[in-house]
């Protein structure tokens, strides 16, 4: 079965640090997301992102964050100047097509813990 | 702007028996899709079941069925015969027109043994 790969699983940062959050998606997926989920609070969307560039962003989705897919197979959210607040799990998604079928293949997450 | 209302914070269910975690949405979008997802203690995200707004028939995978009212704008799972690996925070989603997933807050279902 194939699935999404996040790396790494658990993160702790300092305060004002940048982090890169990395995810290989399924490999003929098209569209790719990001999620977050604050500790015991509902998943929010952030971004997705279609033929390199971001189709769609949330309000939580302000300057500090930016979305790359740098080559054919990985998919980066970069968080550059972290604050306690953005402590959560970041959970990386992909789907084949952006239809209302279409499912998410969600990855494992990334646990990040700023500090 | 869509909405997932999901009324239940907990629920418990003996083994072996049925449960349903109830779901309601609220959407001006004429075609949509409803997931479920099962999020256990390590964190990951797992896909359940899909309906879309223009099916027919309820959606069925395995143990979980989808009761959908569209009428009602409600879509409830219905897990039959629990068992203690189901235990797990589950999540019901909608997706409208734009590429988001909408979420609601979750049900942590308990299955007692």
């Known amino acids: 079965e194939p699935e999404v790969t996040q790396t790494p699983s658990h993160q702790v940062t300092q305060m004002g640090q940048e982090v890169i959050l990395r995810c290989v998606p399924i490999s003929n997926h098209l569209y790719f997301y990001w999620y977050r989920q604050i500790l015991g609070q509902k998943v929010e969307f952030l971004v997705s992102?279609?033929?390199?560039?971001?189709?769609?962003k949330s309000e939580i989705f302000d300057d500090q964050f930016s979305v790359e897919r740098p080559d054919g197979s990985n998919f980066t959210l970069k968080i550059r100047s972290t604050k306690l607040e953005d402590s959560a799990m970041y959970f990386c998604?992909?789907?084949?097509?952006?239809?209302?079928?279409?499912?998410?293949?969600f990855g494992s997450g990334t646990r990040l813990t700023v500090v | 702007a869509q909405k997932i209302t999901q009324t239940q914070p907990g629920m418990f269910v003996q083994e072996k028996e049925a449960v349903t975690l109830d779901c309601t949405y609220d959407?001006?979008?004429?075609?949509?899709?409803l997931f479920w997802y099962k999020q256990p203690s390590s964190g990951e995200m797992i896909f359940l079941i899909y309906q879309g707004s223009y099916d027919q028939q309820n959606a069925t995978e395995g143990r979980y069925s989808l009761n959908f009212q569209k009428a009602r704008k409600s879509a409830n799972l219905v897990i039959s015969a629990s068992q203690l690996g189901d235990s797990a925070m589950y999540f019901c989603?909608?997706?409208?027109?734009?590429?988001?997933?909408?979420f609601g807050e979750g049900t942590q279902l308990t299955v007692n043994p």
């Open positions: 959407t001006s979008d004429p075609s949509y899709g």
């Open positions: 989603a909608m997706k409208g027109s734009g590429s988001r997933l909408t």
């Open positions: 992102f279609y033929n390199n560039e971001i189709s769609e």
């Open positions: 998604a992909s789907s084949p097509g952006q239809g209302n079928y279409y499912g998410y293949t």
